[in-house]
């Protein structure tokens, strides 16, 4: 499917995964929304509108039901429709289960995974009618196998996962795909908290024996929304370090 002409919401998008993602698709010429709780850099904006496209901030907090159906209004007035929504904002709040509170708990869940139904939901009204749109939902390996100290956030990218297959379900018959990303371990602000002991051990445990980089995902993602024919699915992009029989 080309991307060219296109209009894509790229959710967190201020730093890491979210940032690469959105500069992906500016220079596969998709016109791009950026958010992030705080406001969006001019120059950040400019540095996407080099690619010749067009390029808007939309501040708010995915986890705000209402923000939401705001943000996605505004994608709409900003570039005209929403073709693509890349629901990729999300936080760690890592504690080992014996220390994590109720509210380190329901923090995870309520930004992860419904802020993903929160942004679906609204999204998913104007994709219906346009019959046509392309979903895809930042899970995590995490999700997939579970993670020491990641109770909070490994339930969150599990539950994503389910979401996203249900939703494929629903809205097949729409011209609508949704899949899912599950990275592995990837150079950003979320994982530099590591300690060098932590990325050493993870490191043994991934094949390609290295973390990835956030165009790693970014590649994904151009994949995932340039292929109409598949839904439902969980694209692994970890060096290996998840492996299906
Ligand atoms: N890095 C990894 O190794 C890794 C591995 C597996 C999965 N992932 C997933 O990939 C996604 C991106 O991760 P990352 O490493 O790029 O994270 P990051 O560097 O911490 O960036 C997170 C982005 O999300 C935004 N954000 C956080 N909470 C938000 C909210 N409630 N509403 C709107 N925006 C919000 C942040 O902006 P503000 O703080 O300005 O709001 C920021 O732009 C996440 O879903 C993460 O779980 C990452």
Same mark, same amino acid.
């Given at each position: 499917?080309?991307?060219?002409?296109?209009?894509?919401?790229?959710? +967190?998008?201020?730093?890491?995964?979210?940032?690469?993602? @959105?500069?992906?698709? @500016?220079? $596969?010429? *998709?016109?791009? @929304?950026?958010?992030?709780?705080?406001?969006?850099?001019?120059?950040?904006?400019?540095? &996407?509108?080099?690619?010749?496209?067009?390029?808007?901030?939309?501040?708010?907090?995915?986890?705000?039901?209402?923000?939401?159906?705001?943000?996605?209004?505004?994608?709409?007035?900003? &570039?005209?429709?929403?073709?693509?929504?890349?629901?990729? *904002?999300?936080?760690?709040?890592?504690?080992?289960?014996?220390?994590?509170?109720?509210?380190?708990?329901?923090?995870?869940?309520? !930004?992860?995974?419904?802020?993903?139904?929160?942004?679906?939901?609204?999204? !998913?009204?104007?994709?219906?009618? =346009?019959?046509?749109?392309?979903?895809?939902?930042?899970?995590?390996?995490?999700?997939?196998?579970?993670?020491?100290?990641?109770?909070?956030? $490994? *339930?969150?990218?599990?539950?994503? !996962? +389910?979401?996203?297959?249900?939703?494929?379900?629903?809205?097949?018959?729409?011209?609508?795909?949704?899949? @899912?990303?599950?990275?592995?371990?990837?150079?950003?602000?979320?994982?530099?908290?590591?300690?060098?002991?932590?990325?050493?051990?993870?490191?043994?445990?991934?094949?390609?024996?290295?973390?990835?980089?956030?165009?790693?995902?970014?590649?994904?993602?151009?994949?995932?929304?340039?292929?109409?024919?598949?839904?439902? =699915?969980?694209?692994?992009?970890?060096?290996?370090?998840?492996?299906?029989?």
């Amino acid at each position: 499917m080309e991307l060219k002409g296109k209009n894509v919401f790229v959710t +967190g998008s201020t730093r890491g995964i979210g940032k690469a993602v @959105a500069q992906a698709f @500016a220079k $596969a010429g *998709a016109n791009v @929304a950026l958010n992030g709780r705080g406001e969006i850099s001019s120059d950040q904006i400019s540095e &996407l509108e080099s690619f010749g496209v067009k390029c808007i901030g939309v501040s708010g907090d995915i986890a705000n039901f209402e923000s939401a159906g705001e943000m996605i209004q505004a994608v709409v007035d900003g &570039l005209g429709s929403i073709d693509i929504l890349i629901n990729n *904002a999300g936080i760690t709040n890592d504690k080992l289960m014996l220390r994590m509170s109720e509210e380190d708990f329901t923090r995870c869940i309520q !930004i992860n995974l419904t802020g993903t139904f929160n942004m679906t939901q609204h999204a !998913i009204k104007r994709m219906m009618k =346009q019959r046509s749109g392309t979903i895809i939902n930042m899970s995590s390996v995490s999700g997939l196998i579970g993670n020491i100290g990641q109770a909070n956030y $490994a *339930a969150s990218k599990a539950g994503v !996962i +389910g979401f996203t297959k249900s939703v494929a379900r629903e809205v097949a018959a729409r011209g609508i795909t949704c899949n @899912a990303i599950a990275p592995g371990f990837i150079e950003t602000e979320m994982t530099e908290v590591l300690s060098d002991k932590v990325k050493e051990q993870m490191n043994q445990q991934i094949p390609l024996q290295t973390f990835g980089q956030v165009e790693d995902i970014a590649n994904a993602a151009i994949f995932l929304a340039s292929s109409p024919y598949i839904t439902g =699915q969980v694209l692994n992009v970890d060096g290996g370090l998840v492996m299906h029989g």
